[in-house]
């Protein structure tokens, strides 16, 4: 798998949606397509988990009146990869695809916004008083909006 490991990605969820590589900031207009974008986005939201293709297809087609869910969803993952091609972030594969199970690439390094926060409030609710403070101080700073706002 050819990717950049030089640069980290980091993906901010919790204000407007940015993903920087590095120091840059990922141009995201070369998205175009808000399905596109919202497919990105949703892979990055459960880049741990993973996510099954039911699901993606659920989340993507499921108010509108698409014939071949399946179809699109292919083309859509298609789309995608040709778009981070472009903007220089991979070469190759970002997606495992396994058992019907959607998932960012491990070896690709990022770090995301709300998962940092849902992983230190997590952490807070079975913490001592003390480390629970300071989950939570550092939860705040993650934190500056709504989710996705806008």
Request: net charge negative; hydrophobic share 40%; with cysteine.
């Amino acid at each position: 798998m050819e990717h950049n490991t030089e640069k980290n990605l980091t993906v901010y969820m919790l204000n407007d949606f940015c993903v920087m590589y590095g120091d840059e900031a990922l141009p995201l207009e070369k998205f175009g397509n808000s399905k596109l974008m919202e497919l990105f986005q949703i892979i990055l939201r459960y880049k741990k988990t993973g996510i099954s293709r039911g699901q993606l297809q659920q989340m993507l087609y499921d108010e509108d009146s698409v014939d071949d869910k399946s179809h699109s969803l292919d083309s859509l993952v298609y789309r995608l990869k040709r778009t981070l091609e472009q903007t220089g972030l991979v070469q190759n594969e970002f997606l495992h695809i396994k058992n019907g199970i959607y998932k960012w690439c491990e070896e690709i390094p990022m770090t995301v916004d709300l998962l940092e926060f849902e992983a230190l409030m997590e952490k807070a609710v079975s913490a001592n008083a003390e480390e629970k403070k300071k989950c939570l101080i550092r939860a705040f700073y993650w934190y500056e909006a709504e989710f996705l706002e806008g």
